[in-house]
């Protein structure tokens, strides 16, 4: 294994400090460390393997921590996909993940093997879609009944124009394949249901290597979602906003978190008893128009990317979509969590 500096790797002095790094990373040192950080960050410009890092601390005074520091505040990597700038797509998605992740090797092999259903190809199917072609995932598959609108434009970044009237999921399949020819994009134009959904999953060779992505805006294909995943034990997360609340979750993971329906915790499933039938409620909710545009929409979808990366990294811990389902004031920048649990009695995801 190699070391080299990384190129995310930076430093600064004030007056009265001394910084490593940027970001969650940063870090503020002493003189000592500082100088000596530099030092081996210098010698790392070629890659080194560990012995010869070794003998140059111990050459140099350097005291042996300082590599672990370094590694550990990923100013140093080993992940040699980052050691030489690339004129291509991955580049940049390698240094992120590298930022974010534990084990990028582990996330892109496990994007290279994911199958991705997209169910869904709106404003945040475009940006998932959009989010993921450049990870070069297994396959993705395109749902969704809709042709493309003048009211969509705001939004849904991948249709023009000149798509106006045309099937989402083509133009989406069609704009994606532009970005990058070798995905393998499968369109089925119609609105999911449970038949669909089942018939798609049963397609897929590997059912270990899939996972949902719901954005539909009606609760019926959540149920049909939620009840086909469970039913096939595939994670799915379920992306959209509350007007101008962006919102994740529940993210549910099979035997490991609840569904969006367990314990009816988000008041999904009215109630819809006779007597508390109300014509002017229906009136108005029928009227009801989701005030869609670019920030609640991406910012939901930025939430999920980097949930999902957590899930692929295998990182339970640190997706904030486990059990809650989490908002985002797009204001105020407040966030919001309702949590939930696994109801074993669940009738859409329980055994
Ligand atoms: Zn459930």
Known sequence: MKFKTSFVATAAKTKSEKILGVGTKQFLATDFVFDNSLKLLKFLSEPKNFDECIT???????????????????????????????????FKNDLYLESITSNPYLVEEKIHETTLIIIGCGGIGNFMSYG??????????????????????????????????????????????????????????????????????????????????LSGDSSDVLFSTT???AKYKIPFLNIGYLNDISVIGPFYIPNVSCCPLCHNSFAIENDSKKELFDETINWLNSRYEAPSSFTNNSLSSSLAMSDIIQFLDRNIDNIKSINNRIGID???????????SIDKNCKYCGA
Do not use: W
């Open 227 to 229: 009840k086909v995943f």
């Open 56 to 90: 140059y601390m111990r050459k140099t005074e350097i005291p042996l921590n300082t590599f672990k520091l370094l590694l550990d505040h990923k100013l140093i990597t080993n992940f040699s996909d980052d050691f030489y700038k690339k004129d291509n797509m991955q």
């Open 132 to 213: 993921f072609q450049s990870l070069n995932p297994k396959q993705m598959i395109l749902i969704d009944g809709d042709i493309i609108e003048a009211s969509n434009l705001n939004r849904q970044m991948m249709f023009t124009e000149e798509d106006i009237g045309r099937k989402k999921t083509s133009v989406l399949a069609r704009e994606l394949k532009r970005r990058n020819s070798g995905l393998n994009i499968k369109e089925i134009s119609k609105f999911a249901n449970e038949d669909i959904l089942c018939q798609i999953i049963e397609s897929i060779d590997n059912k270990k290597n899939v996972i949902g992505i």
């Open 330 to 340: 797009n204001v105020s920048f407040e966030m919001y969590t309702m949590a939930s």
